[in-house]
């Protein structure tokens, strides 16, 4: 079992940067794949980014690429979401999640999952 909680999270105005934080205790042994998703009321989940258990290996959404950055922390067991040029679009309750069997940009193959953070972004 792993427990993932986000933080980070707030109001922001257009242009603007956050970072947010995901502290994962438990089975953190474990070589998990960790993914940020995104989430507005009414829509799908929607796939931002992950990065693999080294940290070595990222890929993002197009929506997002150039724009936010992906890392993890081993020592600490915490997963970052820089977010830079914010948008209005950009807007959701974002939540990370893990899974043990390789990456993957469908929520529904995430194994556990953090409560949400929600980032809203004003123009």
């Known amino acids: 079992q792993v427990r993932l909680v986000e933080s980070g999270g707030g109001l922001v105005q257009a242009g603007g940067s956050l970072r947010l934080s995901c502290a994962a205790s438990?089975?953190?042994?474990?070589?998990?794949?960790m993914g940020w998703f995104r989430q507005v009321p009414g829509l799908e989940r929607e796939f931002v980014s992950y990065?693999?258990?080294?940290?070595?290996?990222?890929i993002y959404a197009d929506s997002v690429k150039a724009r936010f950055t992906i890392s993890r922390d081993t020592v600490r067991n915490t997963v970052y979401l820089q977010m830079t040029s914010l948008k209005a679009e950009d807007t959701a309750v974002y939540y990370c999640?893990?899974?043990?069997?390789?990456?993957?940009?469908?929520?529904?193959?995430?194994?556990?999952w953090g409560q949400g953070t929600q980032v809203t972004v004003s123009s």
């Open positions: 999640a893990a899974r043990l069997l390789g990456p993957s940009r469908t929520w529904r193959a995430y194994d556990y």
């Open positions: 438990g089975r953190t042994s474990d070589r998990y794949f």
């Open positions: 990065i693999d258990w080294s940290g070595g290996s990222t």
